[in-house]
């Protein structure tokens, strides 16, 4: 097996999205007052994995409005490098959360014609790559068109020399469930790393267990697939055989990111193991199990505070049990 070489980086392409939130305080007879926080999958991930301590790069289409120097200033604090990352016209995506009292967010989308979904190919065969582990992308900027299928294209260019991992991040307002079923065997053929909530699976292959999912997944040539379950933890199927690792107590403040950092913390993890920069042959199961124990971990501190504000390496290594956490084989 091959071990990353320090300073080995992860690349994440996708979205950033301006998640507003309704703020009581503010808010008034005739008046609805909103709090705007960066967010959007991809760049959740991206700042999860620079604060866990993995060495990423954001691969962005960054708007001249407000909201793209906002991105632009979280991505960088938590010490995103932005190279590769391009200037648009075009306007920044907006979506406005509604959190119900279990804290679970439910999006409406405003984003037409915005800056995430217009990649071309020349701005993407200029990205940066040379020093790179993994590439790492899905949600709206891979089903979005026309970028999207542009960017399919350039994973089925740079995956001879990357681990590819895809989160499909299902998003039912913004694009119909059936053309992410249409595209997901494709993704699968392109992906070495298939990440998914729960709720994804129901939208993707309803009516069919997690476990039948991963075998037809698997077969479509996805290697490793993880399957986060909320507060029942993780599933992970590693080329058919399988793992469930528990989700750590914690007092859930909101979800907001939660996925999102469950995958930065398996893909830091998996980098730090040594096991991306190719097709996973060297992958074990003992691995996938600490893994996605680790990512596990790195959820639930994320749940345990308002929005999507991951955790910094400390922060899990703090809570985080010198033995591990007990899995199951199944």
Request: net charge negative; hydrophobic share 40%; glycine share 10%.
């Amino acid at each position: 097996m091959t071990r990353s070489q320090p300073g080995s980086t992860v690349a994440v392409l996708g979205e950033c999205v301006a998640d507003a939130f309704v703020d009581p305080r503010r808010s008034g007879p005739g008046t609805l007052a909103l709090r705007v926080l960066p967010g959007g999958g991809p760049a959740n991930t991206a700042v999860a994995l620079a604060r866990l301590g993995t060495a990423t790069r954001f691969l962005g289409r960054f708007s001249h409005d407000a909201f793209g120097g906002l991105f632009r200033a979280h991505l960088s604090d938590s010490g995103v490098d932005l190279t590769g990352s391009v200037t648009a016209a075009d306007p920044s995506s907006l979506a406005v959360a509604d959190l119900d009292e279990t804290g679970q967010a439910t999006y409406t989308f405003y984003g037409d014609s915005a800056a995430d979904w217009q990649w071309t190919a020349p701005e993407l065969a200029g990205t940066r790559l040379d020093d790179t582990t993994c590439l790492h992308t899905g949600s709206l900027a891979l089903i979005r068109r026309p970028g999207g299928g542009r960017i399919e294209d350039h994973l089925a260019r740079v995956r001879e020399h990357v681990t590819v991992s895809i989160d499909p991040n299902v998003r039912p307002r913004f694009v119909a469930p059936s053309a992410y079923r249409e595209r997901l065997p494709h993704w699968c053929a392109l992906a070495d790393i298939l990440r998914l909530s729960e709720d994804d699976l129901t939208l993707l292959a309803p009516d069919t267990s997690a476990e039948k999912a991963c075998d037809t997944w698997h077969a479509a040539g996805a290697r490793l697939i993880v399957i986060t379950l909320g507060e029942r933890g993780a599933l992970a199927s590693l080329d058919g055989r399988r793992v469930t690792v528990p989700a750590p107590a914690t007092d859930v403040v909101d979800t907001v990111g939660a996925g999102d950092s469950f995958t930065a913390g398996l893909l830091h993890r998996l980098n730090a193991l040594g096991h991306l920069g190719g097709r996973l042959d060297g992958l074990t199961f003992e691995d996938v199990s600490d893994a996605c124990t680790y990512a596990a971990q790195v959820a639930a501190l994320t749940c345990s505070v308002p929005g999507a504000n991951p955790p910094h390496a400390r922060d899990v290594a703090r809570v985080r049990p010198a033995g591990g956490t007990n899995v199951s084989v199944v």
